[in-house]
């Protein structure tokens, strides 16, 4: 692990033990910085170069967020995850049953203002992979959240991908997928392991990849 990526995860890390101290899970605030993190990276989206337009209304975009302290912070978070759960097409879907967790104002300003402070869309995928992984095996081992069963260890995973081998050009499917740990490492196997062409890329990216899971939290 870089320098860069300790540091970052790190500063994630930093919350937890404060916000356990208040009753927010290590699952309760996994799922908080997901929605935090898309809104983040939407917005840097967004912006040059990228220059995106995107589905999220202005009234409750990232910087929505970050002009806010105090009790207002904490009502405009609330009223934005309500709102946007009931958005149409894979935004709604994002958000679906979506609650503020984390109702300590003071520690959902902190943890905005370090979101804020980094760039997400250049880190590399195995920065932001990192903190998930370390988050979601915490909360897998916290007895009193019941999230293991939605937690098959990675090591475990990885055996498995291996015996199984997962080619180019191939579908996977997942009928209880839970966190998606098993594409995850089925996909790392696929790129790893093969020299891929444009179709096989794009194949890899837009129909590869089929799960489900009944559970909207996980």
């Known amino acids: 692990m870089s320098n860069n990526t300790s540091s970052i995860v790190s500063k994630v890390w930093s919350f ?42 202005k009234i409750y975009n990232w910087e929505s967020l970050t002009t806010k302290k105090g009790a207002e912070l904490e009502l405009h978070y609330a009223t934005l995850l309500r709102e946007l759960s009931t958005a149409k097409g894979i935004l709604g879907q994002i958000f679906t049953k979506s609650q503020n967790k984390i109702q300590d104002p003071a ?27 370390k ?26 991908v291996e015996c199984i081998q997962p080619q180019p050009m191939k579908t996977i499917a997942d009928p209880s997928c839970g966190t998606g740990g098993f594409f ?32 909207a939290r996980v």
């Not at 988050?135 to 498995?160: C, H, W």
């Not at 995850?184 to 089929?210: P, R, S």
């Open 107 to 133: 520690m959902l300003a902190k943890i905005i203002d370090m979101i804020d402070s980094e760039q997400w869309l250049v880190m590399g995928a195995d920065v932001k992979g990192d903190i998930y992984e």
């Open 16 to 57: 937890c033990n404060p916000l356990r101290d208040v009753g927010v899970g290590y699952g309760d605030y996994l799922e908080q910085l997901t929605y935090l993190l898309f809104l983040k990276m939407a917005d840097e989206y967004s912006k040059p170069p990228h220059s995106r337009k995107l589905p999220i209304p």
């Open 184 to 215: 995850l490492a089925a996909y790392d196997h696929i790129v790893e392991n093969n020299k891929l062409n444009k179709v096989q890329n794009k194949f890899l990216k837009m129909e590869t990849f089929f799960g489900n899971e009944i559970v």
């Open 135 to 160: 988050l979601l095996e915490q909360n897998a081992q916290d007895v009193k959240s019941g999230a293991g069963q939605y937690f098959t260890p990675r090591p475990l995973i990885r055996a498995m």
